[in-house]
């Protein structure tokens, strides 16, 4: 589907594919820990989270001769995550609403990482940019997430999300409209920057 | 490279290279943007914003402990296993209904066969050796470190105790799951373990050996990267198994060295005592396993890339003697030897010129001397002088 992936990552999923079990050990460990923090943002339940990425793999042994060699590995086994997690969370109850495929919560934390990236001083830069990030949906922080801390291509983005490419540009067009409404300094680089990055365009906004 | 040199910060964190630089990057990405950054250097600006942006969206990550990581991994094994079984149960249910009762009965055990064989993976995946300090790391991800040149660990037949260099821990009883322990030699260092059931084990520098505490399954597994030696207590109930990522053993009770370096080319299975199953899968169409039975004093090298497998007779004690700190070698290429003896002392050895690497060394080598005393014992066999490097490094030259 997609080619991000290098060469040995894809010699080690075509040998897992024929049946080389061997090498499920460093599929497992190449990706359990983006697994389990992309999970721990659905929930804070980290039991759950393992429970999910243990069940992610043991499909992946079932539904072995379904996959082919295009396959992403990576998107394959994000993707199987969140399916379960948002099961898990409708079937248990632990959510006092039911949740649909578009909205279950999603934790960017950024309010921590934003402390260590700006001055003290910096206090209006940051106000105005925690106001934008609290103004995003879920889906848009997912998306925000997906790109900047797992490093997806947009392409990939949208697969994930379960859109097309022009929705899934459609839904980071709209939250940079919102951004708009509330930080509106033309001036600041920063915020710029923000937007043109949301909407994934190539063309300079200086 | 072109391509960037009008970029802003905006079209860098657009691109997909930029991106993977930051991150995962590989070799290629690192080696290149470390070039256009020296190529073109008023980019840095807008790199730097860039990368600024960038940190404000790239959130703390939250990680998993090593014996979470292993913890989950144990259940996929196991979840695999029973799965698979009860599968198996179906199969045989509707087999029997159409064929005959005993013939069904022996697919039953080739299909039984297949599954134990095939879920018995390995996690001995990406050794993390770190380069000084020497450690044992015990299944609720504490860590022990192990001051000593030549450590001893040993058990107790619970695994609940175990005593490092005369000190004693004791481990909180997981009663259900195994508990993992995992060794970690870095170079420059040696260990002995004693396991729960009486196998010794002398783990050579640079190596890593992960096992349960004690022994509950059917079979004894412990996972090697690296070197070791193993003197493993006959229990023919029970069979030992070394795995590594290229090859397994398969014991009774003997005596016999693995030497499975992640870097070398080549993983060499050297049988003093008693009698070994190596088993390593092949490269070729079929795809199938192999299986050595070996001998005393037989020497299996399989070379990694090829998947081929060279069996020679050998005088064992030369392949075995670093655990009492001597190496000796007969007509042995130089660069191999030069390899041990690097990860003997923790330095680094260059050759001026590559052909060196291919001398054959035979002869002795006391390792208890410092390494300028043992490359000045190697030039009196073959035709070098060394040079010792401000950093420490060695570097060899053809005389």
């Known amino acids: 589907m997609y080619s991000v992936e290098n060469k040995d990552e894809r010699l080690i999923w075509i040998r897992f594919l024929k049946g080389d079990n061997e090498v499920l050990s460093l599929i497992y460990l190449q990706h359990s820990n983006s697994l389990f923090d992309y999970g721990c943002r659905f929930t804070s339940d980290r039991d759950l989270v393992k429970d999910c990425i243990q069940e992610v793999f043991c499909t992946l042994i079932r539904t072995r001769d379904h996959l082919t060699e295009t396959d992403n590995i990576r998107l394959y086994l994000l993707k199987s995550l969140k399916r379960k997690i948002v099961r898990e969370l409708n079937n248990a109850g632990r959510q006092p609403k039911l949740i649909s495929d578009e909205e279950y919560p999603f934790d960017l934390r950024w309010a921590e990482n934003l402390d260590a990236q700006l001055d003290e001083h910096d206090e209006e830069k940051r106000l105005q940019v925690a106001k934008a990030m609290q103004s995003l949906t879920d889906r848009q922080k997912e998306a925000i997430y997906l790109r900047f801390n797992r490093g997806l291509e947009y392409e990939e983005i949208s697969f994930i999300l379960n859109l097309n490419y022009q929705s899934s540009r459609a839904l980071i067009h709209r939250a940079i409209e919102k951004l708009r409404e509330i930080i509106h300094v033309p001036e600041k680089k920063i915020n710029q920057i923000l937007f043109s990055i949301l909407c994934g365009e190539r063309e300079s906004v200086f | ?399």
């Open chain 2, 1 to 399: 490279m072109e391509k960037y040199r009008d970029y802003t910060a905006v079209d860098f964190l657009n691109d997909e290279s930029f991106l993977r630089w930051l991150t995962n990057p590989t070799q290629t990405e690192d080696d290149f943007w470390n070039e256009f950054l020296k190529s073109y250097p008023y980019k840095k600006a807008e790199i730097r914003e860039a990368t600024h942006v960038f940190n404000i969206f790239h959130s703390h990550e939250e990680k998993m402990g090593m014996n979470e990581t292993y913890e989950i991994w144990s259940r996929i094994q196991k979840e695999a296993k029973t799965s698979k079984r009860w599968k198996l149960l179906k199969f045989v249910k509707y087999a029997a209904i159409l064929v005959l009762v005993f013939f069904s009965g022996s697919v039953t055990y080739y299909m039984y066969q297949r599954t134990e064989k095939q879920y018995q993976f390995q996690l001995a995946g990406t050794p993390q050796i770190s380069k000084d300090e020497a450690m044992i790391v015990l299944s609720d991800g504490s860590q022990v470190s192990l001051e000593k040149q030549m450590s001893q660990i040993s058990y107790s037949k619970n695994g609940r105790q175990l005593i490092v260099n005369n000190d004693t821990i004791n481990q909180k009883s997981g009663t259900e799951k195994e508990m993992i322990n995992k060794v970690i030699i870095p170079y420059g260092k040696k260990s002995m373990i004693v396991l729960s059931d009486g196998t010794r084990v002398w783990l050579n520098a640079g190596s890593q050996l992960i096992y349960p505490s004690v022994f509950t399954n059917k079979t004894r597994q412990v996972m090697l990267v690296g070197e070791a030696f193993f003197d493993v207590t006959k229990n023919p109930g029970r069979p030992f198994i070394v795995r590594t990522t290229d090859v397994s053993v398969h014991v009774l009770g003997t005596r016999f060295d693995i030497s499975a370096y992640p870097e070398d080319k080549l993983v060499q299975t050297v049988l003093e005592k008693g009698k070994v199953n190596l088993n390593y899968a092949g490269n070729g169409i079929l795809n199938r396993d192999y299986v050595v039975e070996m001998v005393p004093n037989q020497m299996v090298i399989l070379n990694k890339s090829t998947g081929e497998a060279k069996s020679q007779m050998v005088d064992v004690s030369k392949y075995v003697s670093w655990k009492e700190g001597m190496l000796e070698f007969e007509k042995v290429d130089l660069i191999r030897a030069l390899k041990q003896v690097e990860r003997f002392y923790n330095v680094k050895i260059y050759l001026a010129d590559p052909l060196i690497g291919s001398y054959k060394l035979s002869g002795k080598l006391d390792l208890k001397d410092e390494p300028e005393k043992v490359l000045n014992v190697i030039k009196l066999t073959v035709p070098i002088d060394w040079k010792k490097k401000s950093n420490g490094d060695f570097i060899l030259i053809k005389k």
